[in-house]
C-alpha cells in the first residue's frame, strides 16, 4: 500500500507508484533520540503509531549529516502473527501518521511564534517485502538531527516493551526531564502533551485522566523499575498542576503482572479510592460523562451542567454524592412514580439543598 504525493493535471490525480523492490537490509540503531521542543509538544498517537515512531527513529544515526530513509521490518511493527487485519491495523497507523503534525510555540519578549511542522512526508507498506518504507518530512530535521544540546534519547527496545501510546507520550516527556529529577507542569498542558491539542472533550477531569491514562502509564514504567511518583497541585478543588519527582531508571524488574505495581502519590489519598482508580478499566464511562449524562436525564441545561462541574471540581466525595441523592428522582421521572412540570428546576432545588454552596446566597 503506497501513501504518495501526487500532481494534478486538469482535475485528474496521477501518482508515480514505483515497482515493488526489496529494501537493503534496515539498519536500526539502539537509541531514539529528540529535540526536547519535539519531545513536549502535544501530540497524540495509538500504540502502533508510537511504535512505528520509536522505530523511524532508530532509522537515524547522529553522526549523519542528512535525514535517512525509513526503513523497517513489518515484523518489528507488531508482533503478531501475519494476516490482513494486522496489515490493516498497520496501514490505518500510516495513513494517520501522515496526517500528525507537531505545534511547537515560543516566546521572545512580548513576540509570541507558532510554527506548525509535519513529521513523515512520504510512506509506503509493501505486505510484499514485508517492509514499511518513507521519508521523514524535511523541515523536522533541526528536531531530529545532530542535536548538541535540549534534546532527549531512550533505548527503543525499552520503548518497545511499552504496551500503551500513553506510556510512550509519558516516558519520553520525563526521559527529558529525568536530568533535573522533579517537572511540575500545568494539568491542562500535560493533558495535550499526552492526548493531542485538538482534544478538549476527553479526560478534562483530573480524576479520569489519572484514572485512564496517567496512572496505567506509570504502572508501565514502574514495571521497568522507573519509580517516577506524582503528586497533584491543587488551587482550590481543583487540580492545577502536576509534580513529577523523577529518579534515575534502575535494571528492568522481572516478569510481573503491571496491576501488581502500585502507583506511588505524595498526595494524601486514601487508600480504598486508589484501589478503585486502579481497578477500572478504560472501557467505563468516565465520571466526568456520568455526571453529564445523569444530569441531561434529569433535564438540565448546558450551562447549568456546566456550572455543576465547575463546582465538583475533582472532589470525589462530593461526585459520589452526587450520583447517590439524584438517583431516587431519576428513578421516579423514569420509572412514571412522580409526574414533573419541570424535572430540571426540580434537579436544581435538589442540589441546591445538598450542597449549599452550588449557588451561594448572595449577601
Known amino acids: 500500500m503506497n501513501f504518495h504525493a501526487g500532481t494534478y493535471i486538469s482535475g485528474i490525480s496521477t501518482f508515480a507508484v514505483p515497482m515493488p523492490t526489496v529494501p ?5 540503531y539502539p537509541r531514539a533520540y529528540q529535540a526536547n521542543a519535539l519531545v513536549r509538544a502535544p501530540l497524540k498517537l495509538t500504540h502502533v503509531e508510537a511504535r512505528i515512531f520509536a522505530l523511524a527513529l532508530g532509522c537515524i544515526h547522529q553522526d549523519q549529516t542528512e535525514l535517512p530513509g525509513i526503513s523497517i521490518p513489518l515484523s518489528r511493527v507488531m508482533t503478531q502473527k501475519k494476516g490482513g487485519s494486522v496489515y490493516e491495523t498497520i496501514r490505518d497507523a500510516c495513513k494517520s501518521l501522515m496526517s500528525k503534525v507537531v505545534s511547537i510555540e515560543s516566546q521572545t519578549g512580548n513576540k509570541k511564534r507558532f510554527t506548525a511542522y509535519s513529521i513523515i512526508s512520504y510512506i509506503d507498506l509493501n505486505e510484499g517485502t514485508g517492509f514499511l518504507t518513507g521519508n521523514f518530512a524535511p523541515e523536522i530535521k533541526p528536531f531530529l538531527l545532530q542535536l548538541a544540546e535540549q534534546y532527549t534519547h531512550v533505548e527503543i527496545e525499552t520503548l518497545l516493551t511499552l504496551k500503551s501510546a500513553h506510556a510512550h507520550r509519558l516516558y519520553w516527556l520525563l526521559k527529558s526531564w529525568d536530568d533535573v529529577g522533579l517537572w511540575e507542569v500545568d494539568f491542562g498542558t ?27 502509564a506509570l504502572r508501565e514504567l514502574h514495571s521497568l523499575g522507573w519509580m517516577v511518583t506524582y503528586e497533584p497541585i491543587k488551587e482550590g478543588k481543583k487540580v492545577q498542576a502536576v509534580r513529577f519527582t523523577i529518579p534515575k531508571p534502575q535494571a528492568l524488574l522481572g ?109
Open 255 to 363: 516478569e510481573q503482572d503491571l496491576a501488581s505495581v502500585p502507583i506511588k502519590t505524595t498526595s494524601k489519598t486514601r487508600p480504598a479510592e486508589k484501589q478503585m482508580s486502579l481497578a477500572l478499566t478504560a472501557e467505563l464511562p468516565t465520571l466526568h460523562q456520568r455526571i453529564v449524562t445523569r444530569l441531561h436525564k434529569l433535564k438540565m441545561t448546558e450551562a447549568q451542567i456546566q456550572h455543576v462541574l465547575n463546582f465538583m471540581g475533582d472532589d470525589e466525595a462530593k461526585i459520589a454524592k452526587l450520583m447517590k441523592v439524584s438517583h431516587p428522582l431519576l428513578r421516579d421521572f423514569e420509572a412514571g412514580n412522580k409526574v414533573f412540570d419541570n424535572l430540571g428546576g426540580v434537579a436544581i432545588n435538589l442540589l441546591k439543598t445538598e450542597f449549599p454552596g452550588l449557588y451561594p446566597t448572595l449577601k
Open 24 to 28: 537493503a537490509a534496515a539498519t536500526l
Open 190 to 216: 500535560l493533558r495535550k502533551q499526552i492526548l493531542g491539542d485538538d482534544n478538549d472533550v476527553t479526560y478534562t477531569l483530573f480524576y479520569d485522566f489519572k484514572r485512564y491514562a496517567l496512572e496505567p
